[in-house]
């Protein structure tokens, strides 16, 4: 009775320790071929000799039980890497499988969360044609161009299956034996990629792309095959221009590219090389690859992808749209992006750099030069001073380090500047700073659309501004007081922007009215203390 009670026993561990060997390589596995399912349940009556036997001699059988299992996930392993698969197709030619009704009761998850897992490293990207692919390996590979042109700003067209490049003819093949599927059944498409496509004389700079349909027998042959998407952009147009470089490139390419975290090859025709240095931290944070430049005499060869987007969405300026963008991203996703792109992990906090410098609110003033200048920067530095602000007086051209602008930017508390390009900077201060935005006489519509909008829609933010009146404009001492140019700017706006360019933009700067701008620092401050209350924090009191 003794035997048999011990006997029992032995079954009973066996079976446990069977089913967690079982369960983990369910887990473990990808997906679970017949084979496989057979070595797994031979590993019932091997677990049961064993026990039987190791009643007779416990301790000899012992260290088989440990031997056993090793054998078993080696062989299992072996399996998925195909290492046994032709040497037991040979053995166990008609294997059965098991009901995969029984497999999920068992791993305790669906069968679509199986077949959805990779089954490559590289395959982490967001792609459906590769999933719908794994449910069923036999159906061949979906092959569609989709085109959406509903879009005033951007035209985006999405490729699946065999796509390979052909930089000579600026051309993307979808090699596909079968006609086009979905809405479009056109055989031929063209885009330029790039945001500003109501713009003729802008987009004459950006390249075309073609995206065709071939057969297998005229595509050309794959020199480099990847196994994730690539995205298709140009930096054309107005890039060299910061504001554009974010608005028109690097939002949008956010936007396109986040949600594949890093899994896309960036395919770039009118390539500037200084331009993607120039902000290589933050595409490092987008792609984890090589940028593939599409000139032919750089990059003259053929490279395969499983998958491609042509263009980049648009929301808005500077503007992330969480209705319309993979998994409700927002501007603040962007500025965190931001933030992992340039911070300076041994930067003190702004609360401890506040202490170190006497707990003085820190001010960041933009000087332009040539047009949109400031006539009376030293007067406006001593009022700011007066009121107890550090002021920092920066003037960024094209060879400014970007990481430098946002170390200083977003260690300071009030970030203020002329209307201009440079004002895009303050996407990079710190949560609870104040933007404060000088619009000078004429440029209102676009004050408002660029930085206005997308400042006072960032929860991070605030946003202050000072509107100048004709006095403070330097057309006042150039023009009669009744002129159009100062009585009614309006006028000259409804003659188009090269009008308002010529006039507002390029010939005019600014003497800021003391007072006024007194007023305008106060509510900054003010603005400073209710958030530093807010969070807890401690400021000194402002000085009158």
Known sequence: MERISRCKRSWVESCKNSSKLIAWLIRMSRKISRLEWLLIIMAFPVRAVLAAASLHSEKKWRGLHLITIIVLVAMFVGLQSGCFMSLLRIMLPTATTLDHDWMRSMVGEDEENLVALPTEKGERYNSTASIDSRKNESRPRESTIICDRSSYRTDVCTMKGDIRTHPASSTLFLVSQTPASGLQQEEKFRIKPYTRKWE???????????????????????QVTHSVPALVFSTGGYTGNLFHDFTDVLVPLFLTSYHLKGQVVFVIPNHKPWWTAKFGDIIRQLSSYEILDFREEINPGTHCFPEAIVGLRFH???????ALSPNKYTVTDFQNMLRKAFEDTNKKSIFQHSLLKSLRPKLVLIARKGSRVFLNQREIVKVAEKLGFRVMILSPDVNTQLKDMYRIINSCDVFMGIHGAALTHFLFLPPGGVFVQVVPLG??????TFFRGPATKIDTVEYLEYQILPQESSLYDEYPKDHPYL??????NRRGWNATKEVYMDNQNVKLHLPRLKRML???????????NANGGVRESRKS
């Open 316 to 322: 808005g300026d500077l503007w992330v749209d969480p």
């Open 487 to 492: 009585r009614d700017p309006q006028s000259v």
């Open 522 to 532: 106060i509510k900054a401050l003010d603005l400073l203390h209710s958030k530093s």
């Open 443 to 448: 440029i209102e519509w676009a004050s408002r």
């Open 200 to 222: 003729n004389h802008t987009m004459a700079s950006v390249d075309e792309i073609s995206l065709e349909r071939t057969d297998p027998a005229s595509a050309p042959q794959c």
